[in-house]
């Protein structure tokens, strides 16, 4: 392999800048969503300019390679399919904006990693953690208050400790949520939701009155960010499922969406239902929940079909 010259590593640079702010322009996407792209995408410039190549001059042939020396990595079938994904966007990219003539990522094949429901949490097991919620002494309405919304709207965790105290003012039936790439959805509250936001109102503007220290947050906090953080919501559901007596390893804010979604699908709701609900952009990305509803399905003919019946 030959060194990278510090030429190619600068162009690699330019192309990626580039990219990055147009997906940031087009797409509104997230810092978080950004950061991943450049990972990936340096992580290929690297490649190519080890062995003596740049965007510029990157053939199909360098692209096969990169993805074969991913798999000698021992890199899962999913990393491998994503750093793909990047790479072509950004030849994509490079062509529409006339970079180069040609894009040598259009006709490459991939790993297909397989859709597989993450684990969740049944019914029983969340009506657990509520429990062990309400057992939190001074900290129990937050605590409710957060599980009971998680689970009533299947917000993703950066959408729940990020909402805006405003949201929930006059003790609303649907409040509004902004999504991924600015992408906003109107989601409704069960009654229990509703309630456990009546109560951590009176509580955190009692503090807060007391602080006199207004916060524009739901769930308002010292962190840099001004509200309670992600990982500090995981933290608790973590101590959350040793109180329950579940294992913590199974217990997440994101398998927390999954059930909100699982058990809607098992209780009658469509697929375009959950896709509002959940705020996906395309209903590909909900129809990994398919099989919940394949199961409800099969059941239906199983029990319900006229031929079903024993004689």
């Not at 692209?63 to 950004?90: M, N």
């Not at 909402?163 to 989601?187: C, F, N, T, Y």
Request: proline content about 5%.
């Amino acid at each position: 392999m030959m060194e990278p010259s510090d030429a190619a590593l600068d162009l690699a640079r330019r192309w990626i800048d580039a990219f990055l702010d147009a997906i940031r322009a087009e797409r509104g996407a997230a810092d978080n969503t950004v950061l991943a792209y450049q990972r990936d995408l340096s992580a290929y410039a690297g490649h190519l300019a080890a062995n003596g190549a740049c965007f510029e001059t990157a053939t199909q042939a360098h692209i096969e390679d990169y993805l074969a020396e991913l798999k000698r990595g021992g890199l899962a079938p999913a990393t491998r399919a994503r750093r793909l994904s990047a790479l072509r966007q950004l030849h994509r990219f490079a062509f529409e904006e006339g970079f180069r003539q040609t894009d040598p990522a259009a006709t490459v094949e991939g790993p297909s990693p397989p859709k597989r429901l993450p684990g969740t949490l049944g019914v029983e097991e969340v009506d657990q953690l509520l429990t062990a919620a309400r057992a939190a002494g001074a900290d129990a309405p937050r605590r409710i208050c957060l599980m009971e919304m998680l689970y009533a709207t299947g917000m993703r965790v950066s959408e729940l400790v990020s909402l805006p105290v405003a949201a929930v003012r006059g003790d609303p039936r649907m409040i509004l949520i902004r999504g991924k790439g600015g992408r906003e959805r109107m989601v409704p509250l069960s009654e229990d939701a509703r309630d456990a936001v009546v109560e951590w109102l009176r509580v955190r503007d009692a503090e807060e009155k007391r602080a006199k220290n207004l916060s524009p947050f739901l769930f308002p906090s010292r962190s840099k960010a001004g509200h309670l953080t992600r990982e500090r919501f995981f933290q608790m559901l973590k101590d959350m499922a040793v109180k329950a007596q579940i294992d913590p390893a199974r217990v997440s804010p994101h398998k927390l969406r999954h059930a909100f979604a699982t058990h809607l699908l098992a209780g009658g709701a469509d697929l375009r239902s959950i896709q509002v609900l959940l705020g996906h952009a395309d209903i590909a990305a909900t129809e990994i929940y398919a099989h919940v509803l394949d199961e409800r399905l099969k059941d239906l003919v199983l029990t319900k079909h006229p031929l079903a019946a024993k004689e």
